[in-house]
């Protein structure tokens, strides 16, 4: 089920922090106790590693002044954050993904109900970032860029699509670009093989990689390219994170979650997104909205 949360959303959101409690175990459908304004304790957060800069810098330190909240953050890529959060070792109170496929694996019993709804957080696009120093930013800029990256030399970052949605979006990227060029070839001289450890970095390396110089380009979400300063070139076609957050049905620590969530929707929170590159969407709401805490439904 698809719901749009009401156009009094973000006063509902507002009134959240004010209305959560101190930290506790507490399940999704249950409120949470009430206390002061500022909550203090953490909240543990998997989150898409293209938000890493964002996070660690602008988000985790206005949390910690505005509620007293220490953000304590996973990077990673979704996918893999998703089988780290079903095998239990570590007790997630938000999940942030990169894609609502994402977000699929932990709904159900047969995912051990760790989610049961997700919202929709804020979006950015798919790009090619490359290194300024780099022998072939020259004709990245004024070439195509699937014809630059199969000349000899060309050193290429990407993620595990195993692990995250964004290797994914760059295998479909490179087939719809074969398509369109009526090169069925062109997958295979870009990414190489399926198994590429010469292309294929964990998601949270993968800037510092092509600054250092052992890239000449990556794929990257404009937010993670933004903060980080690199520069970049379209790849022509409409593709990007679809951010979602949710919090997780067994989150230990539910009060710093609601606000958490709360401050990302507030006013403080969507400017932080903005300026960081994501474009923040309404809290459209899939799955079971009665299953939200009582504190975010209208």
Known sequence: MRRRLGAGVLGLFGLLAAACGSAG?????????????????????????????????????????????????????????????????????????????????????????????????????????????SKFAHALRTQPWYKVMQEPGFKLGRTDPA??????????????????????????????????????????????????GQLDAGFFYSNEAKQAGIPTISTGYPLGASFTISILAKAPDLAQAVAFVNFLYSPAGRSLLEAGGVSPHAPTVTGTAEALPKGLKL
């Open 163 to 212: 692990l995250d949605p964004k290797g994914v979006l760059v295998e479909k990227l490179l087939s719809e670009a074969a398509a369109a060029a009526h090169d069925p070839g062109l997958v295979g001289a870009v990414l190489g093989p399926t198994e590429n450890p010469a292309q294929v970095f964990p998601e949270e390396s993968l800037v510092a990689r092509l600054q250092t």
């Open 25 to 133: 175990s507490a399940t999704a459908g249950q409120a949470a106790p009430t206390t002061a304004a500022r909550l203090g304790g953490s909240v543990k957060v998997a989150y898409a590693g293209s938000l890493v800069g964002m996070m660690v810098n602008k988000i985790a330190p206005a949390l910690k002044s505005q509620d007293g909240i220490t953000l304590d953050g996973l990077p990673g890529g979704s996918t893999g954050l998703v089988n780290q959060i079903k095998s239990g070792t570590s007790p997630f109170d938000v999940f942030i993904s990169a894609a609502p496929s994402a977000n699929a694996g932990l709904m159900g019993a047969a995912n051990g109900n760790w989610e049961s709804w997700y919202a929709a957080l804020g979006s950015a696009p798919l790009v090619i970032g490359y290194n300024p120093s």
